[in-house]
């Protein structure tokens, strides 16, 4: 992979309006545990939001100073995931893993192909149930298919949906992984009964969550540098310290028009961990663990 920045002038990261790079110190073997690439070479059912490539975001790993990576397969590609394997084969499965998407009708062939090509786990990505091409009543059905691949269920859902489903979360066995902070909306935060209910799941021991896409749900925006977000990160770190992975969901395909400063997402994570201990267990060892990583 590219050095990390090394002091000279900063070339532009593609899909970011980083000028510069973050504060924060590089870790050695640190993990972007949630990023998509878009690679205009695989067929799309819909049009790709963005050309994202493996070649891209070598420059933002660059930048940033991280190694290992989750890619995680976006909506566009439906069930076929070779766009997902083939970043996985090019970035070197040492260093990174994929998510996959899959239906009910997948065989154990596939399955097992997956695997081997560095698939850890399978998204149900229903914040927007529009056009998704799995749905709930395929959880717990593919839950028991991947249980016995180690493999966990990273779901993308609102608050409410958790909330919803709080009966099926239960029952899983299967490990879950919550994107995005589990999305609790503003004002209401960690008032937001997800939170409660997020929180037993982690204290379980089955359950780890995203510290990703802080613009997702902020308010303030940019602006603000996402401070309205700080109160639910805060408390994920006090709840659940050692459940918790970094994301920076480059190429921030929710973001049109305007793409966020990826050095400041990097950033937050040290003012949201405020230990040099506490942000190399999020960036480190908890990804290597979730993930399968060798042991920093």
């Known amino acids: 992979m590219p050095d990390p920045y090394d002091g000279g002038p900063i070339p532009p990261v593609s899909n970011s309006s980083a000028s510069g790079p973050p504060h924060s110190a590089a870790l050695a073997d640190a993990c972007d545990a949630h990023l998509h690439i878009y690679d205009p070479r695989f067929a799309a059912l819909a049009p790709a939001v963005a050309s994202a490539t493996v070649e891209d975001y070598r420059g933002l790993q660059a930048l940033l100073g991280t190694r290992r990576a989750v890619i995680v397969q976006p909506r566009c590609y439906g069930t076929d995931n070779s766009a997902t394997l083939d970043a996985i084969r090019k970035l070197g499965i040492a260093n990174a893993r994929g998510v996959a998407v899959v239906r009910p009708d997948v065989t154990e062939e596939t399955l097992h192909a ?9 998204r149900f990505s229903l914040y927007t149930e529009t056009h998704a091409v799995v749905g709930f009543e395929m959880v717990e059905l593919l839950a028991n298919r991947v249980a016995e691949l180690g493999w966990h269920l990273q779901l993308h859902w609102t608050a409410d949906q958790i909330v919803a489903h709080r009966d099926l979360l239960a029952r899983l066995r299967t490990p879950l992984v919550f994107d995005h902070l589990a999305r609790l909306p503003l004002p209401e935060g960690i008032a937001h009964p997800a939170f409660a209910l997020v929180s037993e799941l982690l204290a379980r021991g089955n359950a780890w969550l995203k510290l990703s896409g802080a613009y997702l749900d902020s308010v303030v925006g940019a602006a603000g540098r996402y401070a309205d977000i700080d109160p639910v990160a805060l408390a994920w770190v006090r709840t659940a310290p050692e459940r918790l992975v970094w994301g ?13 400063d990826d050095a ?7 003012h949201w961990t405020r230990t040099d201990a506490l942000r190399r267990q999020v960036l480190v060892d908890n990804p290597a663990k979730l993930y399968g990583f060798e042991a920093a």
């Open 248 to 260: 920076s969901d480059w190429p921030h395909s929710t973001e049109t028009r305007f793409k966020p």
């Open 264 to 270: 400041l997402l990097y950033d937050l994570l040290a």
């Open 114 to 122: 997956l695997h081997a090509g560095g698939i850890r786990g399978i």
